[in-house]
């Protein structure tokens, strides 16, 4: 093969990814709008954030992977809540439990402000039902201002990057994995 022939063959396997790109067209998932939170929680009318509130980040933190929140145990609520003019949760509900607000949660003006840190400020008590990760909760936030927003929020498993926060109270443990019979048989005469 001539060196020419090696330099067009060469051009076309270098272009092949980028003219793959362009194939995803006007509906690629990149030209849609989109919240980083883990719900998607406040996109309304195609606008993210509602009534002049953004929650950039919404989870309830659910048990270690293999495991669940009893019936009747409480879940922890964490939000990332930015308001430009300010304002306050004054209270949450929610479609699984009593969501129990120790106090209002102020919101400065245009500061990213966390619910779950350092401690969460929003319990989710008397859970109806059990939770194992992966479920999804409506909660209702009331804030003075911008009033209720309701959100769908995911329960996410105390895994990956969810690993380093506390263990939600009274989480039940995965169960331990039991050797299979054929390993108990091969090993035991040993």
């Not at 849609?32 to 998607?40: I, L, M, R, S, T």
């Not at 929680?41 to 606008?47: S, T």
């Not at 969501?99 to 990213?112: D, E, N």
Request: hydrophobic residues 45%; aromatic residues 6%; positive net charge.
């Amino acid at each position: 093969m001539t060196s020419r022939r090696w330099i067009v063959a060469a051009a076309a396997f270098l272009a092949a990814p980028v003219l793959a790109g362009c194939a995803a067209g006007f509906d690629a998932n990149t030209n849609k709008p989109y919240a980083p939170v883990e719900a998607g929680a406040l996109i309304e009318n195609g606008a993210y954030g509602a009534r002049g509130v953004q929650i950039p980040q919404a989870f309830i933190l659910g048990p270690d992977a293999g495991a669940q929140l009893a019936q009747g145990g409480q879940a922890p609520v964490y939000l990332n809540v930015i308001s430009p003019a300010g304002d306050a949760i004054q209270a949450v509900s929610s479609d699984v439990g009593a969501a129990k607000l120790a106090t209002p949660i102020t919101i400065p003006a245009g500061v990213l402000t966390s619910t779950g840190k350092p401690t969460p400020q929003i319990i989710i008590q008397g859970l109806s039902k059990p939770l194992h990760g992966g479920e999804s909760v409506r909660l209702s936030v009331q804030f003075a201002k911008a009033g209720q927003v309701d959100l769908h929020v995911p329960v996410v498993t105390r895994s990956r990057e969810f690993a380093a926060y506390p263990a939600a109270p009274g989480a039940t443990p995965a169960p331990s994995p039991s050797p299979s019979a054929s390993h108990t048989a091969t090993t035991g005469g040993h």
